[in-house]
């Protein structure tokens, strides 16, 4: 079964999304959440949203997001629990993010980089699974009693 991957992006992202998209549809299941049309104005947590919801509710469980940076998505997804999310610019994180901390979303520049390492950055996050060591599910736990701990005190 081909893994289910939602992308996104808003108009700072929006031009290595749709590439993106076109060179990894053919072996995932990849549903673009949008934007749809370029629009200067637009923001980026409303595309954040749409990929947290769809992985969150888990009709995707990988999502990709490219913003102008990377920055700004990295930071909206991260706010929501069951999401981690990480930057990456260079192949090694993208695959260790998972196989370490359990990465679930990538965050791209769509202004940084450019399509041929869009591509092998997805690859990596893609192609990775958790590893199940025992010490990378202690630190996911710790990560997640920060998470408790914070909601609990708010
Ligand atoms: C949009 O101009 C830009 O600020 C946004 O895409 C992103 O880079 C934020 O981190």
């Given at each position: 079964m081909k893994l289910r991957v939602c992308i996104a992006a808003d108009h700072g992202g929006f031009d290595l999304k749709n590439e993106l998209y076109v060179r990894l549809k053919n072996k995932y299941e990849v549903v673009d959440l949008g934007a749809s049309a370029f629009d200067d104005n637009d923001d980026y947590p409303d595309f954040v949203m749409l990929v947290v919801?769809?992985?969150?509710?888990?009709?995707?469980?990988?999502?990709i997001l490219v913003c102008g940076s990377g920055v700004g998505a990295c930071i909206a997804a991260n706010?929501?629990?069951?999401?981690?999310?990480?930057?990456?610019?260079?192949?090694?994180?993208?695959?260790?993010g998972v196989e370490h901390d359990n990465m679930n979303v990538l965050c791209l520049g769509g202004r940084v980089i450019g399509i041929e390492l869009a591509v092998?950055?997805?690859?990596?996050?893609?192609?990775?699974?958790?590893?199940?060591?025992?010490r990378h599910r202690r630190r996911l736990q710790k990560v997640?009693?920060?998470?408790?701990?914070?909601?609990?005190?708010e």
């Open positions: 919801r769809a992985i969150t509710s888990g009709q995707a469980e990988r999502g706010k929501v629990p069951g999401i981690r999310a990480g930057l990456c610019h260079d192949t090694y994180s993208a695959h260790q092998a950055l997805a690859e990596a996050f893609l192609s990775s699974s958790f590893s199940e060591g025992e997640l009693f920060i998470e408790k701990e914070f909601r609990r005190n």
